[in-house]
């Protein structure tokens, strides 16, 4: 049997079915995720979970056989199971950018065979970046021409969530200096996924190395390789989002141990007139700020959310002001990134005024919120995201907004 029919749902899923189960999808993803982190155990057997709930159809329109969720739905569900394992729902990033070029693609065979796939069960990860090269965004992975077929030779790195996929489109330059996207089976002979991703943190999104050891690769593998079409830019800004609302799950946790942590573990400091550490105001006005910063990023995320869905709806009805719906999803989407990882970062700091200094023992973990977020704010230079949409604001300039890689 395949992974993919080991795991299918008996039956497909709609949409109300699928959001219906979140909850007990988040629950249980969520029992033992802190110390599946401190022990480093990939959530693999939680992603048989996320396969079994149809989460992975979850866009696929209803034209094309799936529930037809909108990205509103796709990232309040990636919020959810953030708030319960921020590893799980980061790394499915890449699979619901490739749904989202499903959805929004048109009807070609290579196409219609991966929706499939995704309706069967399927999850898809991918293999775009590199280490060790010049600059950020270069790459060295060839796929060339042997005889009838085709080889894939090189080594990927921030492979997010492909060592929990069924599927990996890997992007390479063909013999004629074309970008190309191969889509290959990650079992399959020669493809090595290495769990060697070092980072402080997000450690078990397996966002380390897959290696090509002349991978066979069938000639309706291969697509090419755009990304500065709308749909190609559009996707550019919900992968971005999904790391925002990966962040917004986050806070939640954060929020969610600081008031357990007062609860079951505080003790008010030896100056504090209050009796009990939930009754002392200053824990309070704490609690209460947290509350707040996690209840303005839900709603900067969701409003986001919105506007994205807005450019999908453009693209699909080919309107003719589609262009400049996608460009504001772009910047809707970095402005949004900005302020939450402001309002993100400082909360992953502010929730130890909570607690003493018993609070920032490793039994807690409470710092891996904080290196996860800043390992997440940390994948796209903000201070560019900045300047760019500064030069926007000023001059009109459109140039890396309509590139279709990180804005």
Request: hydrophobic share 40%; glycine share 8%.
């Given at each position: 049997?395949?992974a993919?029919?080991?795991?299918?749902?008996?039956?497909p899923?709609?949409?109300?079915e699928?959001?219906?189960g979140?909850?007990?999808?988040?629950?249980?993803?969520?029992e033992?995720?802190s110390?599946?982190?401190?022990q480093h155990?990939?959530?693999f057997?939680?992603?048989?979970l996320?396969r079994?709930s149809?989460l992975?159809t979850?866009?696929?329109?209803?034209?094309?056989?799936?529930?037809?969720g909108?990205?509103?739905?796709?990232i309040?569900?990636v919020?959810?199971?953030?708030?319960a394992?921020?590893?799980?729902?980061?790394a499915?990033?890449t699979?619901?950018n490739?749904c989202?070029?499903?959805r929004?693609?048109?009807?070609?065979p290579?196409r219609l065979?991966?929706?499939r796939?995704?309706?069967?069960?399927?999850?898809?990860?991918?293999?775009?970046?590199e280490?060790g090269?010049a600059?950020?965004?270069?790459n060295?992975t060839?796929l060339?021409?042997v005889?009838n077929?085709w080889?894939?030779?090189?080594r990927?790195y921030?492979?997010t969530?492909?060592?929990f996929?069924?599927y990996a489109?890997v992007?390479a330059?063909?013999?004629?200096?074309?970008g190309v996207?191969a889509v290959?089976p990650v079992?399959?002979e020669?493809?090595?996924i290495?769990?060697?991703?070092?980072?402080m943190?997000?450690n078990?999104?397996a966002?380390?190395?897959?290696v090509?050891n002349?991978v066979e690769?069938?000639e309706?593998?291969?697509?090419?390789?755009?990304?500065d079409?709308?749909?190609?830019?559009?996707a550019?800004a919900?992968?971005?989002?999904?790391?925002v609302?990966t962040?917004?799950?986050?806070?939640?946790n954060v929020?969610s141990?600081a008031?357990?942590?007062?609860?079951?573990h505080?003790?008010?400091a030896?100056?504090s007139?209050?009796e009990?550490a939930r009754?002392d105001?200053?824990?309070?006005?704490?609690?209460?700020e947290l509350?707040?910063?996690?209840?303005?990023i839900?709603?900067?995320?969701?409003?986001?959310?919105r506007q994205?869905?807005?450019?999908?709806e453009?693209i699909?009805r080919?309107?003719?002001?589609?262009?400049d719906?996608?460009?504001q999803?772009?910047?809707?989407?970095?402005?949004?990134?900005l302020?939450?990882?402001?309002?993100a970062?400082?909360a992953?700091?502010?929730?130890?005024?909570?607690?003493g200094a018993?609070a920032?023992?490793?039994?807690?973990?409470f710092d891996?919120?904080w290196?996860n977020?800043?390992?997440i704010f940390s994948?796209?230079?903000l201070?560019?995201?900045a300047?760019?949409l500064g030069?926007?604001a000023?001059n009109?300039t459109?140039?890396?907004?309509?590139?279709g890689?990180?804005?």
């Amino acid at each position: 049997m395949s992974a993919v029919a080991a795991f299918a749902s008996p039956r497909p899923r709609t949409r109300e079915e699928i959001l219906a189960g979140l909850p007990a999808l988040a629950a249980a993803i969520a029992e033992g995720a802190s110390e599946r982190e401190k022990q480093h155990v990939l959530p693999f057997e939680q992603f048989k979970l996320v396969r079994a709930s149809g989460l992975g159809t979850l866009r696929i329109g209803r034209e094309q056989g799936g529930p037809g969720g909108s990205i509103e739905d796709v990232i309040h569900a990636v919020t959810t199971l953030a708030a319960a394992d921020s590893n799980v729902a980061h790394a499915l990033r890449t699979h619901f950018n490739t749904c989202e070029l499903l959805r929004l693609g048109p009807p070609e065979p290579h196409r219609l065979r991966h929706i499939r796939l995704i309706l069967e069960g399927a999850l898809f990860g991918g293999a775009f970046t590199e280490q060790g090269t010049a600059r950020a965004g270069q790459n060295t992975t060839r796929l060339v021409r042997v005889g009838n077929g085709w080889r894939l030779r090189g080594r990927k790195y921030y492979t997010t969530g492909t060592a929990f996929a069924d599927y990996a489109s890997v992007f390479a330059f063909d013999d004629e200096e074309r970008g190309v996207n191969a889509v290959i089976p990650v079992t399959r002979e020669g493809v090595e996924i290495l769990d060697d991703w070092d980072g402080m943190g997000q450690n078990l999104t397996a966002s380390g190395s897959m290696v090509l050891n002349d991978v066979e690769v069938f000639e309706d593998e291969i697509a090419p390789g755009e990304r500065d079409d709308l749909a190609g830019r559009h996707a550019s800004a919900l992968r971005q989002l999904i790391l925002v609302a990966t962040a917004a799950g986050i806070v939640r946790n954060v929020v969610s141990d600081a008031v357990n942590y007062v609860r079951r573990h505080g003790r008010p400091a030896m100056h504090s007139p209050a009796e009990t550490a939930r009754e002392d105001h200053f824990v309070q006005l704490v609690i209460g700020e947290l509350g707040a910063a996690s209840h303005a990023i839900d709603v900067l995320v969701a409003d986001a959310a919105r506007q994205l869905d807005r450019s999908a709806e453009a693209i699909l009805r080919h309107a003719p002001d589609a262009d400049d719906v996608v460009l504001q999803g772009a910047l809707t989407t970095a402005r949004t990134q900005l302020v939450v990882s402001r309002l993100a970062l400082a909360a992953a700091e502010r929730m130890f005024e909570a607690g003493g200094a018993s609070a920032t023992s490793r039994k807690h973990n409470f710092d891996r919120h904080w290196r996860n977020l800043r390992t997440i704010f940390s994948h796209n230079p903000l201070q560019h995201k900045a300047r760019i949409l500064g030069d926007h604001a000023l001059n009109g300039t459109k140039t890396h907004l309509v590139e279709g890689r990180v804005f």
